[in-house]
């Protein structure tokens, strides 16, 4: 079960109240880890949320008894850090706020079993967006036994 996760961005007061558009949730300054952070809260059981940190920024250890913090560096590319996240829209409302901010979107089937909304967060920061119809495929093909077949499958153990 996934609580949070964190994401860099060029803006990210933007990006954290877009994200949670999606969610019909809200987004709040956060600067715990870095100054101009922002978090965009889901409101639901789980206390969803995604960190939205300025682009540059870096996680680090601290010292002894100390939390880690942001660092900021001149790091801005692409990133393999993604995530698959859930939202009530439909994927015409989630195209439609795609489409107004610019950045590229379109569904995409993986792996022939589930639909997501490949969005790209600023043209770079990919998020899947997975629509109620899409949660239930995912959910009914994301097994164990699902996930053992697979990987015999890619080794040729078939």
Do not use: C
């Amino acid at each position: 079960m996934l609580f949070h996760l964190s994401i860099a961005a060029r803006n990210p007061r933007h990006v954290a109240q877009v994200l949670a558009e999606f969610w019909r949730g809200e987004a709040f300054p956060f600067p715990p880890v870095a100054q101009g952070s922002w978090i965009a809260v889901a409101g639901d059981e789980r206390g969803t949320a995604i960190e939205v940190y300025p682009l540059g920024t870096v996680l680090r250890e601290a010292e002894g008894d100390a939390d880690s913090f942001g660092e900021a560096t001149q790091q801005n590319g692409y990133t393999a850090t993604h995530a698959a996240l859930a939202t009530t829209l439909s994927q015409a409302e989630v195209m439609a706020i795609a489409s107004r901010e610019g950045w590229p979107a379109k569904y995409r089937k993986r792996g022939g079993t589930f639909g997501v909304i490949e969005l790209w967060i600023e043209g770079r920061q990919m998020v899947e967006l997975l629509t109620q119809e899409m949660q239930a495929e995912y959910l009914a093909s994301a097994t164990i036994d699902n996930f053992r077949a697979m990987m015999r499958g890619m080794s040729g153990d078939g």
